[in-house]
């Protein structure tokens, strides 16, 4: 069946160091792809998505590309932010007949260092 | 647009108590769906809506009911509240036609504690 793995956390990094939060999934057809972000206290926000192969997603200095042969979907960013401190959820959307599944990752931690 | 909305925000409930928690959207999404979060658990699917009038399962549907009577409301209702469920809860929306990618709007989340 259709799944997402993603890194398990905590990460903990400083200030202005490059982050990786590896996801990969397993799926059959063309799935679309997410990354959501939830702050402290908050409810989840999409971060950035990509809907077919090769496909980068981008937005607030976080990328993501659609990787088919690799079956992954890592997040990226450059130079983290103590503002960037949150929870980040990998999820996969797919076709299931008449209705859209959505599977989501358990989520990793980050947390940010001044 | 004032996006999702859920209230409480904070509840608490003795054993056995039911309630109703309440979510509405203004996007006129057809799709709605509550989730629980759990630590260690991500996120998971208690029921989920395709339209007004249609409702389904999700994946911990037990001890949980639901309506959608109109396109904006989605009520989930609590029966008889159990220590199991202590849980924060999130109702999310979105459009739900084929060929969109299926983003999905979420609520600032309900923290609900059973004692």
């Known amino acids: 069946g259709n799944s997402v793995t993603q890194m398990e956390g905590p990460v903990t990094l400083s200030e202005e160091a490059f982050l990786t939060i590896n996801c990969t999934y397993t799926a059959t057809g063309y799935p679309s792809l997410f990354w959501y972000v939830q702050y402290p206290g908050e409810g989840l926000q999409l971060l950035l998505k990509?809907?077919?192969a090769d496909d980068k997603g981008s937005n607030k200095g976080f990328e993501a590309t659609y990787r088919k042969e690799t079956t992954s979907f890592h997040l990226e960013k450059g130079s983290v932010q103590v503002s960037d401190s949150a929870v980040y959820f990998c999820?996969?959307?797919?076709?299931?007949?008449?209705?859209?599944?959505?599977?989501w990752g358990l989520g990793t931690s980050l947390a940010v260092n001044p | 647009n004032a996006g999702v909305t859920q209230t409480p925000k904070f509840q608490v409930l003795k054993t056995g108590q039911s309630m109703t928690l309440q979510c509405a959207q203004d996007?006129?999404?057809?799709?709605m769906s509550w989730y629980r979060q759990d630590p260690g658990m991500g996120l998971r699917l208690i029921h989920y809506?395709?339209?007004?009038?249609?409702?389904d399962q999700g994946e911990v549907p037990n001890g949980y009911n639901v309506s959608r009577s109109t396109t904006e409301d989605f009520p989930l209702r609590l029966l008889s509240a159990a220590p199991s469920q202590t849980s924060v809860y999130f109702c999310a929306s979105s459009y739900s036609g084929f060929g969109t990618p299926y983003e999905q709007y979420f609520g600032p989340g309900t923290r609900l504690t059973v004692t």
């Open positions: 999820a996969l959307s797919y076709n299931a007949g008449n209705n859209r599944k959505l599977i």
């Open positions: 996007m006129n999404h057809e799709y």
């Open positions: 809506s395709v339209g007004a009038g249609i409702t």
């Open positions: 990509a809907t077919k």
